[in-house]
């Protein structure tokens, strides 16, 4: 006896003016973040028009992406480290609005010729002075930078810009003094990198040591590369977690490079629709055979290249 055959169900497919009209609303969503992405970039490029960040660098272009996100934020607090004749701190009041307080370190002392008043942290209170705020400090003092900048910003900065002496060394150091006082959420900015490529060099007066190959500290690009492994090292086995390149450096959630400029960004703070924090991940990572080996290898990596530094000095 032949089984009936049942009707195959019939695929109901949606309309050509239906398929038309999903692609024409994608197409239209596109083409409205592209407009809202080239806009910021446009505005933040008009404000900074005086400055080398645009016509020289054309730094407008990444932080008219990544920067917006802060203008409006209650209480902002943005740290640059190289002020002259105060062009930038202009313009980042501008950018982030009267209410943001702009904390610039000046690389030229009392011979800096400002072009806004009262350029000191001592009249943060008086209101006649601003939000505008300037400390004279070397950005490779370590001991300095926390008495005179952290002290007085003790609730730390949402936004940090080093474009200083751009020597790759005092990179490092000032971010491995600072990131501590990043905010929840903020970004630390290393502008110029361009310095790290140099093998023998001199900007701003100091002569350096650099180049593609060499180890850090002399070369700023080669540490802000082993920050990834921080980043990852949930991921080297059971004594991972206990990789560390400098106090406070778990807190790094991502590091971003682009053309002549680094971005770093801090972790935020509370947890997601899991009830679970950024520190709670990663969950139950996969287990290749010879994870014991990772963490090992990563350090004897990095205890070879202390090594070759020391020799070189």
Request: charged share 25%; proline share 5%; net charge negative.
């Amino acid at each position: 006896m032949m089984r009936k055959r049942e009707p195959i169900p019939r695929q109901m497919n949606p309309g050509p003016s239906e398929d038309k009209y999903q692609q024409e609303k994608k197409s239209d969503d596109g083409q409205h973040d592209h407009d809202a992405l080239m806009s910021n970039i446009n505005v933040f490029q008009k404000l900074f028009e005086s400055t080398d960040k645009t016509w020289r660098h054309g730094y407008h272009w990444f932080y008219g992406r990544h920067l917006h996100r802060y203008q409006g934020k209650k209480n902002l607090a943005i740290l640059e480290i190289g002020s002259f004749r105060g062009d930038s701190a202009l313009a980042w009041k501008e950018y982030f609005g009267s209410n943001a307080n702009i904390d610039m370190i000046t690389y030229g002392g009392n011979n800096d010729h400002h072009k806004f008043d009262n350029p000191t942290i001592n009249c943060a209170n008086d209101e006649s002075c601003g939000r505008i705020h300037t400390f004279y400090c070397d950005q490779s003092d370590a001991e300095r930078l926390e008495k005179e900048v952290i002290a007085a910003r003790p609730d730390g900065w949402d936004v940090v810009i080093d474009d200083g002496s751009h020597v790759p060394a005092h990179n490092i150091i000032s971010f491995e003094v600072l990131w501590k006082h990043v905010r929840p959420g903020g970004v630390y900015v290393v502008e110029d990198i361009e310095t790290s490529y140099y093998p023998k060099s001199t900007v701003y007066g100091y002569n350096y040591e650099a180049g593609i190959s060499a180890a850090p500290p002399l070369n700023a690009l080669s540490r802000f590369r082993q920050y990834v492994d921080v980043i990852n090292r949930g991921y080297m086995g059971p004594s991972g977690h206990t990789f560390s390149l400098f106090e406070g450096d778990d807190t790094i959630m991502e590091i971003g490079f682009a053309r002549n400029v680094m971005f770093v960004w801090k972790a935020l703070n509370g947890t997601d629709s899991g009830g679970k924090s950024y520190d709670d991940y990663p969950q139950q990572p996969a287990i290749l055979p010879g994870i014991n080996l990772v963490h090992d290898t990563i350090k004897e990596t990095y205890r070879g290249i202390l090594l070759q530094l020391y020799c070189k000095m």
